[in-house]
């Protein structure tokens, strides 16, 4: 009793503030527990599953949804008036990995939190208008209450729907989604919501399909914890559909239209009937898919020496061709041995280049796609032949080519197989001509504690042999990147800085860019070096012991993300940063796969914390 009249004393104010404090933790708790999530929802369908975006024309029995409104600025008896409707709605959710997902829903609707959705829609690479389209529009998510068993009158399932509207010249669309700031408070976050041009409807299935192959469903048939990563091929933030390959021994890509926020495994419907030659050797058959490119319109493969492209079907971006029905070869007489991805269009231009191999090796061939049309050009060469040619060498190959678009020029790194030599050759379309830009040391250059190595001619070498693989170049800073077993960096292609602090026991399978002052390399150990452009330092933030303290740390928090079976698939920038690809295995065997964000920050807070545990750390 007297702990009852004590707390019956306490003043009104305190036990005010108290409530507010205990109601803020609990919101707080929601906020880092629960996240956004959208899908797109069709027109006749509000409330079901995840619906395939492929539809691109407007809905014209609207009518019958507006006679049903009783409070309307608009009279559904008047017969001249036409109303049209978008084919589809997004689906907003809360999901949450501790805490109940639908009581959230409902406490988060019961408190005030109306979601805020904007969606900001993409300018297309060849637009039909001489003046630049930009539309952003925002909008308030209107509560849904599903259907289902349900014990009292209260809403029981629910969720929140906004119309997915679409621009005509248009089909990629950034969706953002945040709180009104009342009730729950929710962080801010960005999905992509693109068109999917190689999907149809099947009328006899009464369901949709995808044209390019066959969609499958069980993941361990072909995806295993024995997967090493690929890199993700696009047109920057300019492909509303990428694709992956490199399944081993399997037709098989993964396909998305949402950045990898979900994907479809598709079986693509080639043949496989390459047979190798005197003119195109090939040691070993296999029906995997590699080098796979993805741009605004058109899917490109490669199998083996075979490359194969898809256009889809993009009504909305009025191109001059309705679409492919069936993969198409190209380069029927040619021996490809790799596909080359470039990354920026000119004059509302997509490319790919192709490599020669067998009989064509030291030779390549641009690919351009306009409106749909895929074209391909002859041999690159000069007036004197090829590259080899220029080289004065009997035979070479080519490793590696970037097209910098905005000067209409090649950069090719090339190898001179007899005396192992390493050649950064530039050619010049509109000339038609090659230039010398460097010849590469046969050696690993001797490390620096300055984390770099000016290559000057007067360093010292170790015993190593320097073996690049690939080149890497930001158009916006003309930064070169040569990576290999080292990496080197250069302003103007003629003069190089060895990057010291990557060691030269691992090799660069494959470098990525973020086009905003950061790149990442990984490793055929795959290890991911991050750094930023123009530093001379290079971190491996995966696997480190700064990174398996933040996973063992989720891993008590019970976080979804994060497990000790788990394999890289690919790694990749997307708007919102450094994201992985990740095939995961619960302790029951169970497998998914899910994009997982690269957590930068903390991994190399923790590292600053692990080398540096007594060095005082102020912070502004």
């Known amino acids: ?155 029981c399932l629910m969720c929140w729907f906004a119309p997915m509207p679409m621009m005509n010249g248009s089909v990629m669309m950034e969706v953002s989604v945040k709180s009104n700031d009342l009730g729950i408070l929710m962080d801010e976050k960005r999905f992509s919501i693109n068109v999917n041009g190689f999907a149809k409807m099947d009328k ?19 995806l295993s914890l024995k997967e ?55 040691k070993n058959f296999s029906s995997s898919i590699v080098d796979t490119i993805a741009t605004e319109s058109t899917l490109f493969i490669r199998q083996n020496q075979l490359v194969y492209y898809f256009t889809g079907n993009y009504s909305a971006l009025h191109m001059k061709t309705s679409g492919s029905v069936l993969w198409t070869r190209i380069l029927n007489n040619i021996c490809v041995k790799q596909l080359n991805p470039v990354d920026f269009p000119i004059n509302n231009t997509e490319y790919v280049i192709a490599l020669g191999g067998g009989w064509q090796e030291g030779e390549f061939f641009l690919i351009s796609v306009k409106d749909g049309i895929v074209k391909v050009s002859g041999a690159m060469k000069s007036k004197d032949g090829t590259v080899c040619r220029f080289l004065e060498l009997e035979k070479c190959a080519i490793l590696w080519i970037i097209f910098v678009t905005t000067a209409n020029q090649f950069v090719l790194l090339v190898k001179d197989p007899t005396g192992n030599d390493y050649y950064v050759v530039s050619y010049y379309r509109a000339r038609k001509e090659f230039e010398l830009m460097y010849q590469l040391p046969k050696f690993v250059p001797k490390g620096s504690d300055k984390g770099f190595v ?98 063992d740390l989720q891993i008590i928090r019970r976080s979804t993300e994060y497990g000790h079976k788990e394999a890289i698939i690919s790694v990749f920038y997307d708007p919102d940063g450094l994201k992985q690809l990740l095939y995961l295995e619960d302790k029951h065997g169970k497998a998914r796969v899910i994009k997982r964000r ?12 692990i080398s540096a545990p007594y060095h005082q750390m102020t912070y502004e």
């Not at 956004?36 to 024309?57: I, K, M, P």
């Not at 949402?258 to 495994?265: A, I, K, R, S």
Request: charged residues 15%; aromatic residues 12%.
């Open 204 to 222: 006899e299935k009464g369901e949709a399909v995808f044209t390019i192959g066959t969609k499958l469903t069980k993941l361990k048939d072909f």
């Open 598 to 609: 690269v957590p930068l920050h903390h991994v190399l807070t923790y590292r600053q914390l």
């Open 454 to 551: 000016m290559l000057l001619g007067t360093e010292q070498y170790t015993n190593q042999a320097l073996v690049p693989r690939g080149l890497a170049l930001n158009p916006f800073t003309m930064i070169l990147y040569i990576c290999g077993n080292v990496v080197l960096q250069s302003n103007d292609m003629v003069n190089y800085v060895y990057l010291s602090s990557f060691p030269s026991t691992s090799s660069i399978k494959y470098f990525v860019h973020s086009y905003q002052g950061y790149y990442v390399c990984v490793t055929d150990k795959e290890e991911i070096w991050v750094s930023a452009e123009g530093s001379s330092f290079l971190v491996q933030v995966y696997p480190s012991e700064s990174w398996n303290l933040f996973r």
């Open 1 to 155: 009793a007297s702990s009852y009249t004590t707390f019956m004393m306490w003043p009104h104010s305190l036990l005010n503030s108290l409530f507010l404090l205990l109601l803020f933790i609990k919101h707080y708790d929601l906020k880092e527990d629960c996240t956004w999530t959208v899908v797109v929802n069709q027109f006749d369908g509000l409330g079901s599953s995840r619906s395939l975006f492929f539809e691109q024309h407007e809905v014209r029995t609207v009518a019958e949804v507006f006679k049903e409104m009783g409070d309307s600025a608009i009279d559904p008896s008047d017969k001249n008036a036409h109303y049209f409707g978008f084919p589809y709605y997004l689906k907003i959710n809360l999901t949450c990995q501790e805490q109940n997902s639908t009581r959230t829903i409902r406490t988060a609707h019961y408190t005030g939190l109306i979601p805020v959705v904007t969606i900001t829609f993409q300018e297309p690479i060849n637009s039909v208008r001489q003046k630049r389209e930009q539309l952003q529009i925002t909008m308030n998510a209107a509560p849904y209450r599903l259907e289902g068993k349900c014990e009292s009158e209260e809403v």
């Open 228 to 282: 090493v990563s690929r890199p993700l091929w696009a047109t920057y933030r300019q492909a509303p559909v990428v694709i992956i390959g490199s399944v081993p021994g399997s037709k098989i890509i993964l396909l998305s239209d949402t950045l990898f926020d979900d994907f479809f495994p598709i079986e693509v419907a080639i043949d496989s009937c390459w047979i190798g030659s005197l003119s195109c050797p090939q």
